[in-house]
């Protein structure tokens, strides 16, 4: 190579290198001057309008704002709660300005190895401004204006004021804002009085709240606080002898009714209301009970007041045990609109932002699924409710399924495998049609599901992941609707206080089968509640709909109970205004709490009162 082509080479990579750091610094520049003019005074200042939630007709419904929060400074707090929240949220945060490299590049090499995105990473002032000022979407450009937001406020507040107003707005769950109110709902205690394990049980909330709620799963919630006190003993702020005794002490919380009703009379749907302005639109909490807005809801007060009024009636449903409550959820659905009418979060008293067995529930949904895995998907392939589906001795790689009565039939029709819930005639037909169908059909009605359950399995709504009976309703109602998927939703609108609009649903229907599958289905539903499975759901006026019901898990627990115990029941059913979904069971279920009533006895009696009642009122 001569001289000249190595001085040339040289002379372009000395160009490029100036271009390169040219390129940074003017990056950097204006990433310092975006930062400068973020505006985050507005954090211990919040705006004291309250957000209003209006029911269909437009009467308010529910008042919603930050007041219940109970502000306590870091003086007041004991030292091993601001340690677990360190421990377990950010161990560098005083080392950091707003932003943790480190921290970043760990979770950017997990990410690429997992091949998806998530939110490690985020430092306490990171999580601080996507509480205040940012949605919940799950993008690179939020992620860059957290960051940005994270440094401003670095550079405003000192590390403490940070600290404390994290610790105060942040949710911890069962309708807690700021951690003096958890230290009320869980402990029954002022924050100051918290003791190590139940400092630790409260640090490991903000990260999931609903899942390890102690009210919830105490199992789950117990483990989640020893891997917080590990966190904390390996990072050296408590002893060994204080890991032990922690690890090893009770949950400690208190179970007793909370008066307080800051959501109004509806708090199932009004918590639906605010995830669905969260998950789908992208508000912040901060913006929902701070920012003056108007949400227009599809909530029916009439509708939803029947459904409590069942819910209430303690005699339609069987007795519990004395230390668990015999739960249940319910959604109704005008499927015409997709308009949720009504939501039963659950029996008993409900908190704001509790867990709702209508929205976050998942179980598995038995027979109800049938009509999605296997016979819509048939039905659009070219059978009919009077097509010869096998009914005898199967088995399909190992998977021997049996129907309910343990007999066969040799062959009966699709309507009649409906009618009386035959379980071999929808395994052998889903095999028949192929797998794939099912899913497709299934992810066509709002129901994906992952690889694992690409198995014969779901036909008998054997899923691994399951269900709620929003996603159940919304399948239906594409029945009811002649084939026809409007997607569920609980808010019609977002308006500022002055009435400029933010957000409107979108009630465009897509066609997902064909009307001639649709109305197949809905006729053998009809056929399944006047003479079929159903029955208990008959009413003065035409009613479709399916019931389900899932056994037991085959483990050695459960070994040697009564052949007729199960683990959840379902019914999923329609008039031609209204879809319901209904889920009866135990939020843990155990040897001593499983349920001795199927999907065809008391959730199809309690569709029929709230369909009787809807209708009356």
Known sequence: MTAWKINRIGKIAAWSAGACALGIASACIAGYVYIRSLDVSTLDQPLPEPTLVLDRYGKTVSQLSASRIEPVSIA??????????????????????????RAIARALVRDVMRGGYSEGGSTITQQLARHAFLGADKTLMRKLREAAYAIKIDMTYDKIEVLELYLNSIYFGEGSWGIQSAAKVYFGKPAKELTLPEAAMLAALPKAPSRYSPLQNEAQALERRNTVLALMREQDRISAAEYERASAAPSGVVREP??????????????????????????????????????????????????????RTDSLFPPGKPDQLLQSGAVVLDHRFGAVRAVAGGRGQQVFRGFSRATQLKRQPGSAFKPIAVYGPALEKGYTPESLLYDGPLDIGGYRPQDWDHGSRGQVTMREAVVSSWNVPAVWLLHEIGIDSGLSFAKRLGIPLPKQDRQLGIALGGLSEGVSPLQMA???????????????????????????????????????????????????????????????????????????????????????????????????????????????????????????????????????????????S
């Open 76 to 101: 007041q707090l004991p030292k091993p709660l601001v340690d677990a929240v360190l421990a377990v949220e950010d161990q560098r945060y005083f080392e950091h300005t707003g932003v943790d490299l």
């Open 258 to 311: 909370r008066s307080d009703n800051p959501q109004g009379r509806y708090p199932a749907y009004v918590d639906a209301v605010l995830a669905e302005a969260i998950e789908r639109y992208g508000f912040s909490e901060e913006q929902l009970l701070t920012g003056g807005l108007r949400i227009t809801t599809e909530l029916d007060p009439k509708i939803q007041d029947a459904v409590l009024d069942v819910y």
């Open 474 to 616: 919304q399948a239906y109602g594409a029945f009811a609707a002649g084939g026809v998927l409007v997607q569920a939703h609980t808010i019609a609108n977002i308006k500022t206080k002055d009435g400029h609009l933010l957000v409107k649903a979108n009630v465009q229907g897509q066609a997902v089968m064909k009307p001639r599958t649709a109305a197949s289905i809905t006729s053998m539903l009809q056929e399944a509640v006047t003479r079929g499975t159903g029955r208990n759901a008959a009413m003065n006026r035409p009613a479709a709909g399916k019931s389900g019901t899932t056994q037991l898990p085959d483990t050695p627990e459960f070994q040697g109970l009564d052949g007729n115990a199960a683990k959840d029941a379902w019914f999923v059913g329609y008039t031609a205004e209204l879809t319901a979904a209904i889920w009866l069971g135990y939020d843990r279920t155990d040897r001593n709490h499983y349920l001795t009533t199927s999907g065809g006895h008391v959730p199809a009696i309690l569709f029929r009162e709230i369909m009787l009642r809807a209708a009356e």
